[in-house]
């Protein structure tokens, strides 16, 4: 191991920006990050979708920039795991899927599909369904049906007809299996106030003996709906279209929301042998799935299993018996703790964590930034630990504010206090990596609407590599992508001359190789 001194400098919200109106940097008189590309190992990383855990088309977030930085391993959140199975034709040979198709022959069962149905995918996605429903006509499985949880939380109103068209018409140009046989309203099926039996049982008693009310022309039904002044999808009582649809004694339920907790209580009432709350009609050998794993302490059958994390940088830090400090502002402790230990909430030996008060205005954003460099000095002065993370937040901050001109004074105020912090690293021999989790304040303004930009972003972010005997004088700045947040771990526990000991356990590289 090599007897060093290492800083992590996590920079949120700072990315690649484009050299065009809605960007900052251009503006900046004294751009010290310019400088340090001219004169140090430097490259961008992939800080947004599958290289951080999301969907691909998902920009990057502070929780997955930091569990990655963290970790060396990419934790996918459920549906980038589901959109990364479905890109490499991974389902048709998913074990459960199989377990699903044996079932249904074995018992002569049918098949059915429960899942939210709305504009946006955030509990569940209607190209999953697809996906699945194309599986099944492989197998020929023919004895499918849905059950929509229809929704005005996350789409516009009254768009149900709409989505439920768009959705019939794929199925239909696909000639894919599945018959509609049951809406209801998130209301009753996805409540979360504990209220079982007014809500979640009426969803349940729908599912299970067809209690609702009877539509025999779901068209002229959905039509009547939305001419309803008042109508929202969230509040439509069970309606039951196809009576043949109920789930019956040997069938398999499928539950295809990836996001837990709004499914949770009617999951309750279909898995829990123990379930208390309003009693049960009995169903014989049913097999019940789930599309990921919804109990933590439950055997249940789901398509997705879990792959926790069990190790990270912080822990690897503290085994080898080096000293840690990490210091960041209280709206960012989580992210410097749990999401970049890997979810794990933990203390480790010899690691001192500073947690400043929150960035909470303009103000507050500056003064907190000043005291993050005053204790960053006194610790590369001192010398007393051999690896410290740091986490600034107030690019961030001014980028989601989306003021132009005061996001240009704050780059040029961290710009000041980062060349303070620079100069006297290279003089008390430390290493020192500057990086960032996601970009934002580099794209301030959308150029297509003219409007200002206050979001995340899909942009790569910098990650300079500083050290005096690495300080170069280049002909010509490089930017180019060498790799991805996974990359960060790898890269520092080689700099501590440990990576080989560790590299089984990681999914990144060293950039090392590449930076010489």
Request: with cysteine; charged share 25%.
């Amino acid at each position: 191991m090599k007897k060093i001194n290492l800083a992590l400098i996590i920079l949120d919200g700072l990315g690649k920006g484009e050299n065009n109106l809605s960007n900052p940097f251009r503006l900046v008189k004294n751009n010290f990050f310019e400088e340090l590309k001219k004169t140090f190992p430097f490259t961008y990383l992939q800080a947004s979708g599958f290289s951080v855990g999301l969907s691909s088309n998902e920009p990057g977030n502070c929780e997955q920039g930091h569990l990655t930085l963290g970790t060396g391993r990419i934790k996918y959140v459920p549906k980038a795991r589901i959109d990364l199975a479905i890109e490499k034709n991974e389902l048709l040979e998913n074990k459960t899927i199989k377990q699903i198709v044996d079932f249904y022959y074995t018992n002569s069962s049918r098949i059915h599909l429960l899942m939210t149905l709305s504009k946006v995918s955030q509990e569940s996605d209607v190209n999953h369904l697809i996906e699945f429903l194309k599986i099944f006509k492989n197998y020929k499985c023919e004895r499918v049906f849905l059950h929509f949880f229809t929704d005005s939380s996350f789409s516009p109103p009254k768009s149900l007809k709409e989505l439920i068209n768009n959705f019939l018409k794929i199925k239909n140009e696909m000639n894919l299996p599945g018959k509609i046989a049951s809406l209801c309203g998130r209301f009753y099926a996805l409540d979360t106030t504990k209220n079982y039996s007014i809500r979640t049982q009426r969803a349940f008693l729908l599912l299970v003996e067809g209690k609702g009310k009877k539509v025999d022309d779901l068209f002229s039904f959905l039509e009547s709906k939305m001419n309803e002044p008042n109508f929202k999808e969230d509040n439509l009582e069970p309606v039951i279209i196809d009576e043949n649809g109920i789930i019956k004694d040997n069938d398999i339920v499928v539950f295809l929301n990836f996001e837990i907790q709004t499914i949770k209580q009617l999951a309750e009432a279909f898995f829990l042998s123990d379930f208390k709350e309003f009693s049960r009609p009995a169903k014989e050998n049913l097999l019940l799935i789930s599309l990921v794993n919804y109990f933590e302490n439950l055997p249940t059958t789901s398509i997705f299993t879990e792959k926790k994390i069990n190790l990270n940088l912080s822990r690897i830090i503290s085994e080898v018996g080096l000293r840690q400090f990490k210091i960041t502002d209280q709206t960012r402790k989580k992210h410097l703790t749990y999401y970049f230990n890997g979810f794990i909430e933990e203390e480790h030996v010899n690691e001192i964590i500073k947690i400043l008060p929150p960035i909470e205005n303009e103000e507050t954003a500056y003064s907190i930034t000043e005291e993050l460099i005053t204790y960053l000095k006194l610790i590369f002065r001192e010398k007393n630990f051999h690896f410290v993370c740091a986490n600034f937040s107030i690019l961030d901050f001014f980028g989601h504010l989306g003021d132009f001109n005061k996001a240009v004074q704050a780059i040029e105020f961290l710009s000041e206090k980062l060349k303070e912090l620079v100069e006297l690293a290279l003089k008390e021999n430390w290493f020192l990596i500057l990086t960032s989790d996601h970009g934002n304040i580099e794209k301030m303004i959308d150029l297509t609407k003219g409007t200002k930009d206050t979001f995340h972003n899909f942009s790569p972010v910098p990650f300079y590599l500083i050290h005096q005997k690495l300080l170069i004088q280049k002909e010509k700045i490089i930017e180019e992508i060498g790799g991805s947040l996974v990359d960060v771990t790898p890269t520092i526990l080689d700099l501590f001359g440990i990576l080989s000991e560790y590299s089984n356990y990681l999914e990144g590289n060293s950039l090392l190789s590449k930076l010489k």
